[in-house]
């Protein structure tokens, strides 16, 4: 059987047992905003890439987000009441996903989470959600959300692109790469991400040759941005902050360009198989950092084991953000007795790192026992698929897990990313 046939029977198998669930519970993903919404459930929203560029990503977070509302309700739903989810397709674009988010909050959801483009939580997060006070959690990693006037109300799960900005210059460093060009997309995470890479740069005392901007739309044609990145001579290094088609065409292009003198390559960004294929020769022995899950951990290991179990697949990339916003969001419910977008926020940052002296450590697939800890009186300390996660004041994880991996060749001669590293990387290391 193919792995679309596996996965389409996977999603299948699992809709079915979460619309079976007491209560009403279920997966909504009718177009139609005002439909097809069950009376008396708790709707949590999920905006999320279904169609586009990162549909395969959007539907592995929606794989993920869908088992973790089908633990929830299986463990009697929260405070008694059953879960649904509605999904809303963001399509990777600002003004798609500003819509899809307006459709949603017409819907009344206690929350909304999911948007892992900080192009897309940026705008839904200060058009929508802010204003109408609705918590929401994204997977965006770009800076610029942590200084959002957000009034409390936005949180992510993925640490931001400060950490994972720091760690790619000291793993470029590490290499006795000093001369370093960087260049990236035009938008909220490559202007951020970027600017995290700089910084540490300079601080480490090598600033950039280079630091060059593209426009967002652009996936072919970099000769007049590959003449900037080299005016000040060849780097060693070259930090691509972009997605697959236009990374592979810039890492051509420096082939083309440099021959011999072809830089070392580097990644914070989407690319993966398809930037190979694009690529081409010019793809080998790029590295690329990208947030992960701790997988050594008894955590990750119950979410893997489940997700494998009830979609039949293995989890992919980032798929974990959505999987532990809906517990996020659950535990704070479930901590402050009352489902309701004031307990939420009330909550959301005590669940993950809560200031009682003996809190109940709550793991994937233990919303019972969270229950039982939250009508005792006891705090909840939730330790994710991501690990810890615990909040700051900004909302945001103050440590990140990334991987590292490299494009190398197989024993059957193809290219392919190949794991090299994993690593956490805390606010304020090497400060």
Not at 47 to 75: C, H, M, P
Not at 176 to 196: C, K, N, P, Q, Y
Request: charged share 15%; hydrophobic share 45%.
């Amino acid at each position: 059987m193919n792995r679309l046939a596996v996965a389409t029977i996977g999603a299948l198998a699992l809709a079915l047992a979460l619309a079976a669930c007491g209560g009403g519970g279920g997966t909504n993903v009718d177009a139609n905003p005002a439909a097809q919404t069950t009376p008396g459930t708790l709707k949590l929203g999920l905006l999320v890439s279904r169609t586009g560029a990162s549909a395969s990503l959007g539907q592995f977070v929606e794989y993920a987000a869908r088992l973790a509302v089908k633990e929830i309700n299986d463990a009697g739903g929260v405070n008694g009441q059953q879960l649904e989810l509605i999904l809303r397709d963001d399509k990777l674009d600002a003004d798609a996903g500003v819509l899809s988010a307006r459709e949603l909050a017409a819907l009344d959801p206690v929350a909304i989470f999911g948007p892992f483009s900080s192009r897309v939580a940026i705008p839904v997060a200060q058009q929508v959600t802010i204003a109408a006070g609705i918590p929401f959690v994204a997977s965006g990693s770009s800076p610029l959300i942590t200084s959002l006037d957000d009034k409390g109300t936005v949180f992510r799960t993925v640490a931001s692109d400060a950490l994972q900005g720091a760690a790619l210059a000291d793993h470029i460093i590490e290499q006795g790469l000093t001369r370093v060009a960087l260049i990236h997309v035009d938008d909220a995470f490559g202007l951020g991400a970027s600017e995290a890479v700089r910084q540490r740069l300079v601080q480490r005392g090598y600033p950039p040759l280079a630091n060059i901007t593209y426009p967002a739309t652009k996936t072919v044609g970099f000769d007049a941005e590959l003449a900037a990145l080299t005016a000040n001579g060849v780097p060693q290094a070259v930090v691509i902050v972009g997605f697959a088609l236009d990374g592979a065409s810039i890492a051509r292009g420096l082939k083309e360009k440099l021959g011999s003198q072809m830089p070392r390559l580097f990644g914070s960004g989407n690319f993966g198989a398809t930037f190979i294929s694009n690529a081409g020769d010019a793809a080998m022995g790029m590295q690329w950092v990208s947030p992960t899950a701790p997988r050594s951990t008894p955590s990750y290991a119950a979410y893997r084991d489940a997700f494998v179990r009830n979609v039949g697949l293995e989890p992919e990339g980032t798929s974990f953000t959505g999987y532990d916003a809906v517990y996020l969001l659950a535990l704070a419910m479930a901590q402050g007795g009352a489902n309701t977008r004031a307990a939420i926020l009330a909550n959301l940052q005590r669940v993950s790192r809560p200031d009682g002296a003996a809190p109940v450590a709550i793991g994937p697939g233990q919303f019972a026992q969270a229950l039982a800890a939250a009508k005792a009186g006891r705090d909840i300390d939730y330790q994710g698929v991501a690990g810890a996660i615990d909040f700051d004041a900004n909302g945001d994880p103050t440590s990140g897990t990334y991987l590292i991996s490299e494009v190398a060749r197989g024993a059957d001669g193809n290219m392919a990313f190949v794991e090299r590293k994993v690593f956490t990387f805390a606010q304020g290391a090497g400060q």
